[in-house]
């Protein structure tokens, strides 16, 4: 089993910044991309961004492009998310997610716990 923990999550206010981590217990998998998603109240999850943590390909929601990068430290074994210039719409609770292929929810194996990012205006 692959355990994934998120951290970093937080309260800013719009334009603000957050970096999200996500440190996985073990860094290969059949399907080598880790991805955030979110998920707000009442909403249906989402994919953020996703990384192909072979090749570092990157991919990004139109929501969030030019505005969060994900990046990866293969010698930790973690993947994050820079969250810059914050909105009130990204206000959710963000998960890493593991073992998946590319935004689609559901192939993804393993997932964090989650952590709760909050944006105000």
């Known amino acids: 089993q692959v355990q994934l923990v998120e951290s970093g999550g937080g309260s800013v206010q719009a334009g603000g910044s957050l970096r999200l981590s996500c440190a996985a217990s073990?860094?290969?998998?059949?399907?080598?991309?880790m991805a955030w998603f979110r998920q707000a109240p009442g909403k249906e999850r989402e994919g953020v961004a996703v990384?192909?943590?072979?090749?570092?390909?990157?991919y990004y929601a139109d929501s969030v492009k030019g505005r969060f990068t994900i990046s990866q430290d293969n010698a930790k074994n973690t993947v994050y998310l820079q969250m810059n210039s914050l909105k009130p719409e990204d206000t959710a609770m963000y998960y890493c997610?593991?073992?998946?292929?590319?935004?689609?929810?559901?192939?993804?194996?393993?997932w964090g716990q989650g952590t709760q990012v909050t944006v105000s205006s």
């Open positions: 990384i192909y943590i072979t090749g570092g390909r990157t």
């Open positions: 073990r860094y290969s998998y059949n399907n080598n991309y």
């Open positions: 997610a593991a073992d998946g292929v590319g935004f689609v929810e559901y192939s993804y194996n393993y």
